[in-house]
């Protein structure tokens, strides 16, 4: 009987454990009309194949998804439906697009060929906060500028690509321009 009851609640931890968090996979069909992600999904009466990008109050853990030649487009991390841990997204010829890391708060942007287009610090729901800094293609600074959960908030400063002179300064408010 005890023997039983171990055998029954093992089995009960292990299928707990497994409902807890489901590998949800996804792949393009013949006629390339859905696209391939994996992941996990803590909910397990979650419908799997109604997941959408929008939806990540169910995701858990690494998150990857592939262009359809097999390429990593984008990198995710989840804690328990929160972005969390290192995020980044490729262009299609491969180079960043952006990497954003949850846990320091750092992110950077950049251009198609590779080349930084702006860097601050970002909180989960991609919401920019502090100091901003972003460069022309060249890698002059072409703004600086200061976010407030997400809003343009206090001085931003624009700059001429070749002279680097102050071409305008502005000052926000809880995104509304106040100067």
């Known amino acids: 009987m005890k023997k039983t009851i171990t055998i029954c609640a093992s089995l009960f931890i292990f299928a707990a454990a497994t409902a807890q968090s489901q590998l949800k996979t ?6 390339k009309t859905k696209k391939k ?6 909910d397990p009466n979650f419908k799997l194949e109604s997941l959408t990008m929008n ?16 390429k ?4 995710m991390q989840f804690t328990k439906g929160v972005m969390s841990g290192q995020w980044k997204s ?5 180079k960043l697009d952006y990497d954003v890391n949850y846990d320091t708060h750092k992110a950077v942007f950049y251009f198609l060929d590779g080349e930084k287009l702006c860097a601050g610090d970002m909180y989960p729901g ?22 407030k959960m997400g809003k ?8 001429d690509e070749k002279s680097g002179a102050v071409l305008l300064q502005e000052k926000y408010d809880n995104q509304t321009l106040v100067k």
Not at 26 to 31: F, K, Q, S, T
Not at 90 to 94: A, D, E, L, V
Not at 152 to 159: C, K, N, P, Q, S
Request: charged share 30%; hydrophobic share 30%; aromatic share 28%.
């Open 55 to 70: 939806d990540y109050v169910n995701r858990d853990g690494k998150w990857t998804e592939w262009f359809e030649d097999g």
């Open 26 to 31: 996804d792949y393009y069909d013949a006629a």
């Open 152 to 159: 343009r908030h206090g001085d931003w400063t624009w700059y």
């Open 126 to 147: 991609f919401k920019y906060e502090g100091k901003w800094t972003g460069w022309f293609k060249s890698g002059k600074v072409t703004y600086i500028g200061n976010y």
């Open 37 to 42: 992600t994996e992941g996990y999904i803590m």
């Open 72 to 75: 990593v487009m984008k990198e």
């Open 90 to 94: 490729y262009f299609q010829n491969g």
